[in-house]
């Protein structure tokens, strides 16, 4: 259920920008929450950005506030990342990720996930 397929990734020198996108099977707008998550080698696995069901309410983490935008186009299905002034320290596989209901910023409380996109920043 709720197959989940990312692209956009890809290799950037510091300051620059990716779009990664999330294409998702169904209407996923108004039942399922939509995230993002960044694993880093040998670091856990964290969460980046997510957008709730319904009102479209987004969440970031700290460290990407005001360099990362999150979107949904619900008529394609598809989740956005817009990535801009992007650093070193977001290189990381980026996941797409997806719940029912209600978001969360726990990795074990999605039951969906993209099979991820490489982002590589160097300085």
């Known amino acids: 259920q709720v197959p989940l397929v990312e692209s956009g990734g890809g290799s950037v020198q510091a300051g620059g920008s990716l779009r990664l996108s999330c294409a998702a099977s169904?209407?996923?707008?108004?039942?399922?929450?939509m995230a993002w998550f960044r694993q880093a080698p040998g670091k856990e696995r964290e969460g980046v950005a997510r957008?709730?069901?319904?009102?479209?309410?987004?969440y970031y983490v700290g460290s990407v506030k005001g360099r990362f935008t999150l979107s949904r186009d619900n008529s394609k299905n598809t989740l956005y990342l817009q990535m801009n002034s992007l650093k070193p320290e977001d290189t990381a596989m980026y996941y797409c990720?997806?719940?029912?209901?209600?978001?969360?910023?726990?990795?074990?409380?999605?039951?969906?996930w993209g099979q991820g996109t490489q982002v590589t920043v160097s300085s």
């Open positions: 990720a997806a719940r029912e209901d209600y978001c969360s910023g726990e990795v074990a409380a999605y039951n969906y």
């Open positions: 169904g209407y996923i707008g108004l039942r399922y929450c």
């Open positions: 957008i709730w069901p319904g009102n479209g309410s987004t």
